[in-house]
Every structure is written in C-alpha cells, then in structure tokens.
C-alpha cells in the first residue's frame, strides 16, 4: 500500500478540525461567562469551579486534538454509522457555542414570575394567631430571608411591626388592588432551569402604576398583617421606596 493510500481523506479531517472547533467553543464559552460574571445567571455559585474546570479541560483537549492532526497524518478509519450524516451534531454544538458568545443570557423576570406563579410561603393563610419567637434581626432580612422565616413559622401577626428593608423586581400581581404589587425575587438551587420566584406582597400610599413591572426597587417600612384575595397575608407596609439598578447577580440563593 503506497503512502499515498495511507494519508486521511481531507473530507475525514475537515470534520476532525470540526470536532476541535466545537470543543474549543465550548471550552471558551465557560470561560467567557465566568470572566464576565454571567455564569451567575445560569447556575448556582457552588458550581462555578466545576464549569470553569470543564472549559479548560474542552481548551487541552482541542489543543491536544489539534496537535495531533498537524503532527501526524494516520491511515483513514472506519466511522461508526450515525444518526445524523458526519458533522452534523459538531456543527450544531459549534453554531449554539458562537451563539451563546453573541448572545448574553438575561435574568428572570415579572412575566416569569407570573408564568411560574410567585412562591407564597405556607405561612400567609393562617386564621388563628399564635405566640412565636426570633432573635433575628427583621431588618437585616432579605426577601428570601423573609420567606424562609414564614416557611418556618407561617404566622403573619407574629411578624406584625417588624422593621424590613428589602430589595426584589416589580410584579405586577392582577389579584391584587391598585396600592398593592408583589416585591419579588428568583432563587436558585442548582441550575436557571429550576429557579423558582418567591416574593411578598407591598402596600402603597398611592397606586402602584408608578413603578412599572420588572423595577428594581429598594423598600424599607415593616410589616403588617391584611386580608387580601381571601387570606391573611403579611404584607409590608412601605414607608420608603427607592428605585435601584438591577443587582450583577439578580438570583438569591
């Protein structure tokens, strides 16, 4: 067999170099989200090292792939039989890589939020009042604190008078009347596919249409105990609204 038979058809390497391509995306486009600090928008932070290993890890694997074809020029093999005609998933993992690096994700907001139905804690329907308990300091609390603290003890008037200051998106909640919207925030677990809104309702002295869905706004006033849409729900009675920029990182954990 001449050595012109052994050399790879150049149909074979273009895919190989397209295989190499793809990985290398990848690789970069972990990198990229992590330098940019948008990897906080699409998974928890526990997560972070484990992405940022797996883009260098795609970067030495493409190099060490690359290095390969332009040192050595190996006999032609035989390509196992594929769903899909040769190329077409390297090409497709290529073309979402080079997407995700044009295109930079966005958080979640009040239209998600509706979609998904803002998390109330167990807490806001109770009928009868009962004696509870903190040492906590209630204006120290974020809105995830706050919910957390109802999903232990579900108790609005235990709560009533408590300062807050808090900071969370618009909802424009329909059920709710004019002074009232939904303060709201997403939490995250593990990756943006399982983030979930949790919120709280915020009375006004004026109509909410003031500030638009999807505001981010800072409130500070305390808490108080209402009847709406049929139940007994703490609600914060604000004394103080102040429009803020949306946070680097929007999710809470």
């Given amino acids: 067999m001449t050595q012109r038979s052994l050399r790879r058809p150049n149909s074979l390497r273009v895919l190989d170099w397209l295989d190499i391509l793809a990985i290398a995306a990848w690789g970069l486009l972990l990198l990229n989200y992590w330098l940019t600090g948008k990897l906080s928008l699409l998974i928890h932070p526990r997560y972070f090292g484990l992405s940022v290993a797996t883009g260098l890890g795609f970067l030495i694997i493409s190099a060490l792939g690359a290095w390969r074809l332009l040192k050595t020029d190996p006999a032609p093999n035989m390509r196992h039989f594929t769903l899909f005609p040769p190329g077409w998933m390297s090409s497709l993992l290529l073309a979402t ?51 957390r603290t109802l999903a232990v003890y579900p108790e609005p008037d235990a709560y009533t008078g408590q300062k807050v200051n808090v900071q969370g998106f618009v909802v424009d909640s329909p059920e709710l009347p004019a002074q009232y919207f939904t303060l709201s925030r997403f939490a995250i677990t593990c990756c943006a596919a399982d983030a979930y809104p949790v919120g709280l309702p915020v009375k006004l002295t004026q109509s909410h249409k003031a500030y638009p869905p999807d505001t981010w706004l800072e409130i500070s006033g305390q808490m108080t105990t209402e009847n709406l849409a049929g139940k007994r729900q703490l609600v914060i009675q604000a004394r103080s609204v102040k429009p803020i920029p949306e946070p680097k990182n929007p999710y809470a954990y």
Avoid: N
């Fill in 97 to 147: 890589a080079f997407l995700g690096l044009l295109v930079a994700p966005r958080p979640f907001a009040s239209q998600a939020a509706l979609q998904r139905g803002v998390t109330e804690p167990l807490a806001l329907t109770r009928r009868q009042p009962q004696a509870f308990r903190t040492d906590s300091q209630p204006e120290a609390r974020s809105l995830i604190d706050w919910v």
